[in-house]
């Protein structure tokens, strides 16, 4: 037998001994150790399995409710294959929206990153181009209609960061860990969400000299601790977690918000933030889409609306933004920079954080960082 039929047997005997484990039922499926699942999902990663035995094993992990071990075995197995680059500044904030994109809201979280450059803050976006379950407009997907280049590799991507007139940058998955994003096919297939939706948008990509900031979002109430804990375990700094739009970075403009965070790789806290307190007054809890990118039939992926025109609407408005237009866009890049900007301890209050959020929108600052290259 030759050395990579011996592997493959291998892979095969551990996926095996694995599903034998989590997929017996609800009264006597077993939990996998951090060991075994680490081991099952570099087979997975490496192909050394048949794409069905890593389905049924995604599947079966997932409708089993994968433990503190299987997520932490999974997040490994992901950095173990990232391409993990440092850029030439001391610290980044890393801001990992849902990879599946967004269906229902307008997403303008994608200009986020060049309004926190703007506020002096280097922060990095990442995704793909598409991915169930959702398969909506991604941050790949509406900043190349805005202009952007989305296929820097990850040294292109960190030097943006470190440039003094960039400070922000989008790098994709296909970049920085090409076997995870060689599964994007077979994720569509199994339509649940697998065990790499909870853990793909922890790697931070691209990361400081000394402190690397995440900010994500959450739909889920028992996701806080979950996140904070696998985030210290990826050596993240801090944590701002914000239960946002659609599971976003960007919270609701109509109500309060409720952030747990971590500073240091302390302890989880929580803090409410309100958009009252900032003069935001709307009645919706995001921008919709207009009505041209809603569609009665499904599409090709089976979704109920046309991510391409979605993203190219998104793409719009958040061009409009930048340039200074008002409305309940610039209410959202406010309100969710500001909210980064208290994580970071870079103002005393609010009203003082949004108030310097303004200013590098209405100077433009803002739309010049995102246009320069």
Request: hydrophobic letters at 40%.
């Amino acid at each position: 037998m030759s050395i990579e039929s011996s592997r493959k047997a291998e892979a095969r005997q551990c996926l095996r001994a694995c599903i034998d484990k989590i997929a017996t039922g609800p009264e006597y499926s077993k939990n996998l150790s951090f060991d075994e699942a680490y081991a099952a999902m570099r087979y997975i990663l490496a192909k050394q399995v048949d794409p069905v035995q890593s389905a049924v094993f995604l599947i079966a992990l997932r409708m089993k409710r994968e433990t503190d071990a299987e997520n932490s075995g999974a997040l490994r197995a992901i950095m173990d294959l990232t391409g993990t680059v440092t850029a030439s500044v001391d610290e980044v904030v890393d801001l990992a929206d849902p990879y599946d994109g967004y269906t229902r809201y307008l997403p303008i979280s994608p200009f986020l990153p060049a309004v926190l450059a703007a506020c002096g803050v280097r922060a990095v976006s990442h995704g793909v181009e598409t991915v169930a379950p959702k398969q909506g407009a991604t941050h790949r997907k509406i900043l190349r209609a805005a202009g952007m280049d989305v296929d820097l590799d990850t040294k292109q991507a960190a030097a943006r960061v470190g440039d003094p007139k960039i400070g922000w940058t989008y790098v994709d998955q296909r970049a920085f860990c090409p076997a995870l994003h060689d599964l994007v096919g077979l994720r569509e297939l199994i339509v649940k969400r697998p065990v790499f939706s909870t853990v793909e948008n922890l790697t931070g990509p691209i990361r400081g000299r000394s402190r690397t900031h995440l900010v994500t979002g959450y739909v889920h109430k028992a996701y806080p601790p979950v996140y904070a804990r696998l985030a210290r375990e990826a050596g993240l700094a801090s944590m701002a977690l914000i239960r946002g739009v659609e599971g976003g970075v960007l919270p609701s403009l109509r109500q309060s918000v409720r952030v747990y965070y971590y500073q240091d790789k302390g302890e989880l806290q929580v803090r409410e933030f309100d958009p009252k307190d900032i003069g935001i007054q709307q009645s919706i809890r995001a921008l919709p889409p207009p009505e041209h990118v809603t569609s009665c039939a499904h599409q090709a992926n089976g979704a109920d609306i046309d991510a391409d025109a979605l993203a190219q609407a998104a793409a719009e408005a958040g061009l409009e933004t930048l340039d200074g237009a008002p409305g309940p866009a610039r209410d959202g890049l406010v309100y969710a920079a500001a909210i980064v900007l208290m994580h970071l301890r870079r103002f005393e209050g609010m009203p003082q954080a949004a108030d310097a959020v303004h200013a590098v929108l209405d100077n433009g600052a803002a739309y010049a960082r995102f246009r320069s290259s």
